[in-house]
């Protein structure tokens, strides 16, 4: 790399293809820049491109290298997905998880190939296991969906026995004390349908008088 002379500045294809070249973590191409400043800010530049060009280079070799699913317990799955939804109100249930696994096998996790850190996670998982730590968990994880369901069933149970244990709602007969509105308005209509016949008696004798008047 050359550096530019002293009248001359960095031109505007020059400082984009020193900008593009970081970016794709290639070799800064043309010359340097002169000015302090601007050396300041093109370094500035390269170790923020060397960091963003690490960190996505990373994420996207882990994207493409691991696994996006957990690992999963398959025998502490199946007693689960057994007690919550195959199980019934007396905690009975027609499915039976045997005892032993029939292909047994460690627990296995996905790395990186020559990982610094195998070693020490081999070493840790073979503790749990032999020390009993992956069944004690999983007892404590199968207890505490055992008791969430035993209170459950006791809510539904407690519910239907309530639904069936209900008195039946007798039907009352009509009193006069029910029946109180509707013969006020009959009283009702029966006086304006009076005033209503009296008014038509009395109407064309009062105009009769009024002519002869």
């Known amino acids: 790399m050359k550096h530019s002379s002293k009248g001359d500045g960095p031109s505007a294809w020059l400082i984009m293809k020193q900008v593009l070249g970081t970016l794709l973590d290639e070799a800064i191409p043309g010359e340097l820049p002169k000015r302090d400043s601007t050396r300041v800010a093109l370094t500035a530049w390269l170790i923020f491109s060397f960091i963003a060009g690490t960190v996505y280079r990373s994420n996207l070799t882990a994207c493409l290298t691991m696994p996006n699913s957990v690992h999963m317990y398959e025998r502490l799955y199946m007693e689960v997905m057994i007690e919550e939804d195959f199980t019934n109100m007396d905690g009975s249930t027609s499915l039976y998880v045997t005892q032993e696994s029939l292909l047994s096998d460690y627990s296995a996790f996905v790395m990186i190939r020559d990982a610094p850190f195998k070693e020490k996670i081999d070493y840790c998982m073979m503790i749990f296991h032999t020390a009993g730590l992956t069944e004690k968990w999983k007892d404590i994880a199968m207890d ?27 039907i009352k007969p009509l009193s006069m004390i029910h029946m109180q509105g509707p013969f006020l308005l009959y ?7 009076f005033t209503t016949f009296l008014i038509e008696v009395i109407r064309p004798s009062f105009f009769r008088r009024n002519q002869q008047n």
């Open 187 to 193: 009283v009702l209509c029966v006086i304006v349908s």
């Open 144 to 170: 505490d969906v055992r008791r969430d369901n035993r209170i459950k069933r006791r809510k539904l149970r407690a519910e239907t026995e309530e639904v069936i244990v209900a008195p039946e709602v007798t």
